[in-house]
């Protein structure tokens, strides 16, 4: 019964909402949920916030259609954006990796459209860090070669936006950092430089290279504090959180990717195999 929330929204109407986690196991939280619907993490709880959302390029995910038109994009963006803004803390930050335009369909400013509607939702801007994946391997298209009749540009990035909720500096948490002063350094030049996941290695469409969230979490996070990826995937931020000893919480809506994140912690975070609460 203590995983039962009884939700009243009038006299009249209960809904019961089972909210039991898919996977518990120490710091270590999934939820196969739909980030828009679920209701089972609490409001103002969360430190930190990394992920990469779908990016709107036809990737053929089990459970999530990756070809909205633009404009339901950007409506979907909004809902799951806002719904971050209200699980995050005051001092609540958010790394979010997004393409920094798309080519592929039509020219978006992806980057520039999603830093405005979170913006308009009540995030606060910080800084963009440009995530140099060395990709050159995905031009294909040159549109009118060596002509100026209708070239095309193509900058192989994407970045990392960094967002945060009311007050940038942190008040809440352990206060301890693990950070070492070359990492500071480095990271705090936001031009990072590091290759992208194979899909084949990690068995996901889409994933990101652990040296993504592990930056953002010894960079913006404490110690001890709880870190939410809404777009779990294969798992490569509660692997991050699990070796950098912070609270992970990750939502994914596919079953066959929770599996696939609880197989990944397994084997490359060394978690104990025989002790799950499934
Ligand atoms: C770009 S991938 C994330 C990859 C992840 N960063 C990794 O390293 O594996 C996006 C993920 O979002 C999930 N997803 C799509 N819509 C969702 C929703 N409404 N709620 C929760 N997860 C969703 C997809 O199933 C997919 O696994």
Not at 107 to 112: E, F, G, I, N, T
Not at 116 to 142: F, L, M, P, Q, V
Not at 184 to 201: A, C, P, V
Not at 215 to 242: E, H, N, Q
Request: with cysteine; hydrophobic share 35%.
């Amino acid at each position: 019964m203590q995983n039962i929330m009884v939700i009243k929204q009038n006299k009249n109407d209960v809904e019961i909402k089972d909210v039991k986690p898919y996977f518990e196991y120490d710091n270590i939280t999934i939820y196969k949920d739909d980030i828009l619907k679920i209701s089972a993490i609490p409001h103002n709880s969360i430190d930190l916030i990394v992920t990469s959302p779908p990016y709107n390029v036809d990737i053929h995910y089990n459970s999530h259609v990756d070809n909205l038109t633009y404009n339901d994009y950007l409506e979907f963006t909004k809902k799951w954006i806002k719904k971050c803004f209200e699980l995050a803390k005051d001092d609540g930050r958010f790394c979010l990796n997004i393409p920094l335009d798309k080519n592929k369909g039509g020219q978006q400013s992806v980057c520039a459209d999603i830093t405005k509607i979170a913006k308009d939702i009540g995030w606060k801007y910080h800084s963009t860090i440009i995530w140099n994946e060395g990709n050159i391997s995905r031009r294909t298209a040159w549109g009118s070669f060596m002509s100026a009749s209708a070239p095309y540009v193509i900058t192989p990035v994407e970045v990392i936006l960094i967002l945060y909720k009311k007050n940038w500096k942190k008040t809440s948490g352990s206060k301890k950092s693990d950070i070492t002063k070359k990492e500071f350094m480095d990271w705090t030049n936001g031009i990072w430089s590091f290759s992208g996941e194979s899909k084949k290695r990690v068995g996901h469409p889409a994933p990101f290279p652990i040296e993504l969230p592990r930056r953002c979490i010894k960079l913006f996070s404490y110690v001890g504090d709880t870190v939410l990826d809404p777009f779990l995937g294969s798992g490569t931020t509660l692997i991050a959180t699990y070796l950098n000893k912070r609270k992970g919480i990750g939502v994914d809506i596919d079953k066959e990717y929770c599996d696939l994140a609880i197989k990944r912690l397994k084997q490359e975070a060394q978690i104990n195999q025989n002790n799950f609460n499934f």
